[in-house]
């Protein structure tokens, strides 16, 4: 059995590292899981997110947000190629992701240099439980270290809102940032602000609706939607506004499609009431139902990048 250590216990050992927060979200129908690393610095990002790439395991798509490491990966067991110059450059892989007993358990295997990272330096991130050496517990030189971190198991919950606001107060994307900072259920990942279609015949200014997204255990899932609506229902200025609830990593094509349509076309409650029963999207009706049509499409938006922030013509000549 390897020897289980605590992150304070690396922390003494090694001094304080770099390495801020570390947060698994897992989606098990699809096989998925999200990996969110905060660093201090944008070179060590930059470094891990190509090696881990370069190295496969069960990365597959990596993403650079300042000094946050964003990592896709399959759920299993992924094979590790490091290739010919690693015992001179180093190397840095994720080389495993499973759910045991409501936990996520990841390896990590470093070479060289990056044998710090994984062996000092991640394990002493927010997040990690428990650390588990698969060998040799030395770092750095020309070692080479395999490592298992113990996470909490975390799901994705996306709440998109809409039609909260009047033409003469409130403002869609500030109440969705106030519940954001609000949750306590909940970890805030990410806020959007979703342009829907301009010349829709009732709409306050912009025409825009709101998503806020947060790593949630999945015994809190219930609880933290039941605050959100709450929230919602007292911040609210309209007698038309809805919620829209998504539990998962991978939002289904016909959902982004409704989306997309959202910003071009005139959208109906029922096509979003279909929609959402076919995607596994629960609305809940606040104060009224005309707001669950930008609410359903703020969730099929969410993952559109700048393309959700904008209307179609905004990108036909980028």
């Known amino acids: 059995m390897p020897n289980a250590l605590t992150p304070a216990e690396i922390k003494a050992r090694h ?34 997110a190509v090696n881990r790439l370069r190295a496969r395991g069960v990365v597959d ?10 990592m896709y990966a399959k759920i299993g067991d992924g094979e590790v190629h490091f290739g010919p110059a690693s015992k ?3 190397g840095q892989a994720l080389k495993s992701l499973h759910v045991k007993n409501g936990k996520v358990e990841t390896t990590w295997v470093g070479l060289a240099g990056a044998s710090v990272g ?3 330096c991640l394990p002493q991130a927010e997040g990690v ?16 270290v395999e490592v298992k971190l113990t996470t909490p198991l975390h799901h994705r919950l996306i709440v998109g809102i809409d039609d909260t606001d009047t033409k003469e107060k409130g403002a869609t994307w500030v109440l969705g940032l106030n519940l954001a900072r609000g949750m306590t259920r909940g970890t805030f990942l990410n ?28 015994e809190d899932s219930t609880k933290a ?34 989306g997309a349509d959202a910003k071009e076309t005139i959208l109906s409650i029922h096509d979003a009431e279909h929609v959402a ?24 938006c969410f993952d559109l990048g700048l393309y959700s922030a904008g209307l179609p013509e905004d990108f036909r000549h980028v």
């Open 277 to 300: 029963r076919e995607c596994g999207v629960h609305i809940h009706e606040i104060t009224g139902r005309r707001g669950m049509i930008g609410a359903v499409a703020a969730i099929g």
């Open 191 to 218: 806020h959007k602000i979703v342009q829907l279609n301009p010349h829709a015949p009732q709409k306050t200014t912009n025409c825009a609706s709101t998503g806020v997204s947060f790593a949630v255990a999945p």
């Open 225 to 258: 939607v039941e605050w959100a609506k709450e929230f919602v229902a007292k911040n609210t200025f309209s007698d038309q506004t809805a919620v829209a609830v998504f539990e998962g990593l991978e939002i289904p094509r016909k959902l982004v499609r409704y």
């Open 15 to 48: 001094g304080p590292m770099f390495s801020r927060r570390l947060i698994t979200m897992v989606d098990e129908k699809a096989g998925r899981a999200k990996i969110i690393e905060e660093c201090c610095a944008q070179g060590p990002v930059e470094w891990d």
């Open 129 to 144: 439980e428990k650390v588990e050496f698969m060998g040799d517990e030395l770092v750095g030189g020309s070692r080479k």
């Open 61 to 70: 798509h990596v993403e650079v947000l300042g000094t946050t490491l964003v």
């Open 88 to 90: 001179d450059t180093g």
């Open 118 to 120: 994984v062996g000092a």
